[in-house]
């Protein structure tokens, strides 16, 4: 079954940078538009990000300008390079497949933003 293993979160003050990592461990990435998705406290997962095959992307409005997605097709790896982060970026991040989840959620990587 394949997973997916995120990692690169942590605290950082407003305005900081942190870049997220999605390891797939088979080669999920090479065949399908994958998406990072925030899920923040008691709120739904919502997409912030979309990387298609060709490296198209596409963007939430609340992160356009401030968040990059890119993908490693060799490494089978999505990354997230998150700029000047805000508090309502706070929250857990997950990647999987768009626009319908394809593969069981992984744990994500937990963010927090404080002012």
């Known amino acids: 079954q394949v997973q997916l293993v995120e990692s690169g979160g942590g605290s950082v003050q407003a305005g900081g940078s942190l870049r997220l990592s999605c390891a797939a461990s088979?080669?999920?990435?090479?065949?399908?538009?994958m998406a990072w998705y925030h899920q923040a406290p008691g709120k739904q997962r919502e997409m912030v990000g979309v990387?298609?095959?060709?490296?198209?992307?596409t963007y939430a409005e609340s992160v356009k300008g401030r968040f990059i997605i890119s993908r490693d097709n060799a490494e089978a790896t999505v990354y997230l390079q998150m700029n000047t982060l805000k508090s309502e970026d706070t929250g857990v991040y997950y990647c999987n497949t768009f626009p319908s989840p394809k593969v069981p959620w992984g744990q994500g990587t937990q963010v927090t933003v404080s002012s």
């Open positions: 088979e080669s999920i990435v090479n065949l399908y538009t």
């Open positions: 990387i298609n095959g060709i490296g198209g992307t």
